[in-house]
């Protein structure tokens, strides 16, 4: 028989400790720990060892690859795929990413180790709250294989029944044997314990009343203090020798809390050494055993006054505090940890049996995943949008992953036309936008096994007139442009091009707030420059983990001026117009549309200063979305276009106006031009200067960070111009 393993994904040093004992008691020897964890205030009692990696019977790369996880987060595909071949049991904490990253991945039991929150929250209500509903629906779907690893036996019974129902006592121990004589007492002083004072307002508020409650005596404040504290009683961090002489020489350690479902190591270390602990009333220490402690108080008057007892060698009352005491250190004492771990393990063994006993069902469902473009786009964002379907698709080939993938449109703006260039196996599907009120979303939720509290008054839905998309494992979303959140029962990521928002003043603030917020409620988003990752991070306030760079996507090209079997060879109008540009004017091309931030005003005083003091003759030949309406339309930063075409003959002769043109013509145009030029302000860089110089036509753009990373990427030798600069 193969040998029992466990992963253990936590790095608390104590708590380790004794922990893989435990499980060495219990027959399983080989044990993996993390070899990073995030440093931040929730890990400050944290550590790293490779002490128990020596025991693991993997290959040195497979040990190599686990750790260099960040297990804390998402590690990669073949490090679960390592875990799934030779681990049994897999222990975790509440940290949410590691939860959905476990929940997703890993196919044997999964502990969810859990010590107790603050006040009345719950772990079920937090998994609600920090886990996207489609991970709560698999969580609660795998229950038979997950456990509620709680570490005092009364912390199930807040708990909803999914998670009751699957808990598994294994109590929170201390190494290290009673030893009242160790402690000495000679400083009068009382040691208590408040870390993270001037970095969060809870603890700060304990700092506070501590020195306000206990002004008159001396004393000294440990914990690990991240941010200085101007306070020399403020010990912070100490070392191992310095801990151990605290717990030794001071008088009395006050504890504060009265926290019900958690509590900290060192009243246990205070009374592991003889140290009399004051504790007070209401809090885990009663229901451990202190109700009749006469260490326990019930007001700071009566811990102030039997603190001053204390302190002033009261000896016979020093001696019943310790021996009473006793009591308390019995529920983390190792020996008495042995049973209850037994009994709780055996729940977990029994279920790996179970499980082995049981055959797996071979037929493995396709995976199918929605790509859908959410509002009317054309040109550069619908060719996007069909790349990255095709991007998805060909990858999941080239990764020998079993996936179909849908292109969805919106009904009524599109033609077969428009989509003959996606490969057959990609099929598209139509669909239109539908709102529910809260009420309504919250039914739908119901029916579709989906427990999420919903915030918002009304949702919005695919209306595909066949299922909603339930038929898709996935939802991608090429851009953030939903005009209400989307209803969350299928996860869904976004392809995020620009926060153009940031930098042009064109969206109102209610909208703007809406566009930040579908993004949070994203699985992750995918951006295609650092320019964007950047503001992703700063403006929409997503976390870096949430944020995935992807490269730029071409499309294959195709030269249709060459091809033989291409319409135009058989088309004599099209033939016609080809010959006919033979004799037309030298023109370049200027590719925009009508948003703000395309800069259009200094592009015309560009083209005015152009023709009349450098006297250009090349023409300029406007294309794009509704830019055959510039100069008649009402937007208030096109009105100045026609004032200044107006007063200018030669933009009035020279600037042509073409609007948005089929693919064809613009190759056509774009092969017999001079060069293109790109004057907009800020945005995620144009692919027209790409499809330019394909055809080998030079571009002249707009320098801003977007182009340059598109002008590394496609090693496109652009020509630089300032665009807030018309001379330049």
Not at 93 to 121: C, D, H, W, Y
Not at 229 to 248: A, F, L, Q
Not at 550 to 561: E, H, N, Q, Y
Request: aromatic share 12%.
């Amino acid at each position: 028989m193969t040998p029992l393993r466990a992963m253990w994904l936590l790095n608390h040093t104590t708590l380790r400790s004794f922990e893989i004992e435990m499980l060495n008691e219990l027959g399983i020897n080989e044990v993996f720990t993390p070899k990073r964890f995030p440093y931040d205030e929730c890990n400050l009692s944290a550590s790293v060892v490779y002490n128990y990696d020596s025991n693991l019977s993997l290959t040195p790369k497979e040990l190599e690859i686990l750790n260099a996880q960040d297990w804390y987060t998402n590690p990669s595909k073949e490090a679960w795929q390592i875990a799934n071949k030779y681990f049994d049991i897999i222990f975790i904490a509440f940290f949410p990413e590691q939860v959905t990253s476990t929940i997703n991945n890993f196919k044997g039991q999964i502990v969810l180790r859990v010590f107790g929150l603050a006040g009345s929250e719950s772990y079920s209500n937090l998994l609600k709250n920090y886990l996207s509903p489609t991970v709560f629906k698999k969580l609660k779907s795998i229950k038979k294989r997950l456990w509620f690893g709680s570490g005092y036996k009364h912390l199930k019974t807040i708990e909803d029944n999914f998670l009751k129902e699957r808990d598994c006592f294994l109590p929170v121990g201390l190494k290290g044997e009673l030893s009242l004589e160790k402690w000495n007492g000679s400083e009068k002083k009382i040691l208590f314990v408040c870390p993270r004072i001037n970095s969060s307002p809870y603890y700060n508020g304990i700092y506070q009343k501590f020195k306000k409650d206990f002004k008159n005596f001396s004393y000294i404040i440990g914990g690990a203090q991240p941010t200085p504290v101007d306070d020399s009683s403020v010990i912070g961090y100490v070392d191992k020798e310095t801990h151990e002489y605290n717990m030794r020489e001071m008088k009395v350690m006050y504890y504060h809390s009265v926290e019900k479902n958690h509590i900290h190591y060192h009243p246990f270390e205070a009374i592991k050494v003889g140290m009399p602990l004051i504790f007070m009333a209401g809090g885990m220490l009663d229901i451990l055993g202190g109700k009749d402690l006469p260490g326990r108080c019930t007001s700071v008057k009566e811990a102030r006054r039997k603190i001053e007892r204390i302190i002033n060698d009261d000896r016979p009352f020093i001696e019943s505090i310790q021996k009473s005491q006793v009591c308390l250190f019995n529920e983390v004492r190792v020996e008495n940890c042995k049973a209850p771990w037994s009994e709780g393990f055996e729940k977990i063994l029994h279920s790996i049996e179970k499980s082995k006993n049981e055959k797996d069902t071979p037929f493995v469902k396709a995976k199918r995943i929605g790509v859908v473009l959410p509002v009317e786009y054309k040109g550069g964002s619908l060719r996007g949008a069909k790349l990255l379907a095709e991007a998805i698709e060909l990858g999941s080939r080239q990764a020998n992953e079993n996936v179909e993938v849908i292109f969805c449109h919106l009904e009524g703006h599109y033609t077969d036309e428009d989509f003959a260039d996606l490969p057959s196996t990609i099929k598209t599907r139509q669909f239109n936008w539908r709102v529910l009120t809260s009420h309504e979303a919250k039914r739908a939720m119901l029916y579709a096994g989906i427990e999420s509290d919903l915030k918002s008054d009304r949702y919005i839905f695919i209306e595909d007139n066949i299922n909603q998309l339930m038929d898709c494992d996935l939802i991608v979303i090429v851009s953030d442009r939903l005009s209400l959140p989307l209803l969350p029962i299928k996860p869904y990521i976004m392809m995020v091009y620009d926060y153009l928002q940031r930098y042009e003043n064109f969206l109102d603030s209610q909208y703007n707030q809406q566009l930040l917020s579908n993004v949070k409620s994203a699985e992750c988003i995918l951006v295609t420059t650092e320019f964007t990752r950047s503001d992703a991070i700063q403006f929409a306030g997503l976390s870096e983990k949430k944020v995935i760079k992807v490269p730029m996507l071409a499309p294959s090209f195709i030269d249709i001026i060459e091809d033989k079997n291409s319409t135009i060879k058989n088309n004599p109008s099209i033939e016609a117009r080809i010959l006919k540009s033979k004799f037309t004017r030298p023109y370049f091309i200027w590719t925009t549309n009508t948003s703000l931030h395309k800069n259009h005003e200094n592009a015309f005083k560009a083209l005015s200063i152009y023709y009349e003091k450098y006297m250009g003759t090349l023409e300029c030949h406007v294309t794009g979305v509704n830019t055959n309406t510039f100069l008649s339309s009402e937007l208030p930063h096109l009105k100045p276009l026609k004032e200044l075409f107006e007063k200018n003959h030669k933009l009035k002769t020279l600037v042509k106006l073409f609007g948005d043109m089929p693919d064809e013509r613009y190759k056509l145009k774009l092969k017999g031009s001079s060069f293109l030029w790109h004057a907009g302000r800020i945005d995620n860089g144009t692919f027209a200067v790409v499809e330019a110089a394909y055809y080998g036509i030079p571009s002249l753009s707009s320098e801003y960070p977007a182009m340059r990373e598109m002008n590394n990427q496609f090693n496109l030798n652009l020509c630089w111009m300032n665009p807030c600069e018309p001379e330049n």
